[in-house]
């Protein structure tokens, strides 16, 4: 971001069954907003709606030699990355 630019955080509600299906949904929409310059998918978070204190990492919290942040899942194996590996976000 430039320094006339400030950072903002849109917060947008949606339903899920539980924090898991919450966080999938999180991360299937920071990856497609990440088309967006302006965006910075790798800062998404996850919170209850009657609790948006405590907010849960969807992403990496690395931030990479390229100045963004690791695009895979929170707690991943493995050497960071900007590209999702399929193996590694399928399902139990």
């Not at 999180?26 to 978070?45: F, H, I, M, S």
């Not at 009657?50 to 990479?64: A, E, K, N, S, T």
């Amino acid at each position: 971001m430039t320094a006339d630019r400030e950072r903002f955080v849109v917060h947008l509600p949606v339903v899920a069954g539980g924090l898991p299906g919450a966080v999938r949904l999180a991360r299937v929409l920071a990856r497609w907003a990440g088309v967006l310059a302006q965006a910075d998918p790798g800062e998404t978070t996850v919170s209850a709606e009657d609790d948006q204190g405590v907010r849960h990492r969807v992403f990496c919290d690395v931030r990479l030699a390229t100045g963004r942040r690791c695009l895979l899942r929170a707690d991943h194996d493995g050497p960071c990355s900007r590209r999702p590996l399929t193996d590694r976000y399928r399902l139990p």
